[in-house]
């Protein structure tokens, strides 16, 4: 069985400021990892995923994201937040072994993001 | 690409009601896939489908649930006699193939209230 945990529900950072959202997962198998971002009243639009390959994943919006086995981690970066970047994101597991792409996600942290 | 469209996208419904959602995915899109989501937490997997065929369902998924995709295009999803309870958003995505690591498209999603 696969689990994400989210640390933070919320998370308040100054326009310019550093963007760090947490993401820990648990997972028997190799996970392949995803972040996405929803705003209000809108869907889930993917940031980012790790699959395979190199540990440091990088997004859109100028997001990225490190895959840190021993950690059990995927945090979400990114080095200057933009008031645009106001939204709630989810980390997101699925287990590499099957094909079922049904994803396990976190509960979600809510970026705010102040002038 | 229009992207993936629910409908309706609110439902507001008397405990005891049937209701059936609507998902329309991307065009060509073999995999189509539906979550729940509630207040406060991130997406809960219930079913998807690999073109008709509805390959797993979610314990979540109680006998008053059902989903078809008769021409493995749009998707349905009934909820017969309806709790409050099952006030939710529910999401329906959509990928191109059928490895498990393929980016899900996500709808704005149905919000349902059980009165």
């Known amino acids: 069985a696969q689990s994400v945990t989210q640390l933070g529900s919320h998370v308040s950072v100054s326009e310019g400021a550093l963007v760090l959202l947490r993401c820990n997962y648990s997972s028997s198998v190799p996970p392949y990892l995803f972040w996405y971002v929803q705003y209000p009243n809108q869907g889930l639009q993917l940031l980012l995923k790790?699959?395979?390959?190199?540990?440091l994943v990088k997004g859109i919006n100028g997001f990225e994201a490190e895959f840190k086995k021993s950690e059990t981690s995927f945090h979400l970066t990114k080095p200057s937040a933009h008031m645009s970047d106001a939204a709630e994101y989810f980390c997101?597991?699925?287990?590499?072994?099957?094909?079922?792409?049904?994803?396990?996600f976190g509960d979600g942290t809510t970026l705010t993001v102040k002038p | 690409d229009t992207g993936v469209s629910q409908d309706p996208r609110h439902k507001i419904t008397k405990r005891g009601q049937n209701v059936t959602f609507r998902c329309d995915p991307i065009s060509e899109h073999n995999r189509l896939y539906w979550y729940r989501q509630t207040l406060g937490q991130g997406p809960e997997f219930l079913t998807y489908f690999q073109n008709e065929a509805q390959l797993e369902k979610s314990r979540l998924l109680s006998d008053r649930f059902s989903a078809e995709r008769p021409k493995g295009s749009f998707s349905t999803l009934e909820i017969q006699r309806t709790e409050q309870g099952d006030s939710a958003m529910y999401l329906c995505a959509s990928s191109l193939s059928a490895s498990g690591s393929d980016i899900q498209y996500f709808g704005a999603g149905t919000r349902l209230s059980v009165l």
């Open positions: 997101a597991v699925i287990p590499a072994h099957t094909n079922a792409g049904k994803s396990t």
């Open positions: 790790y699959t395979t390959g190199a540990t």
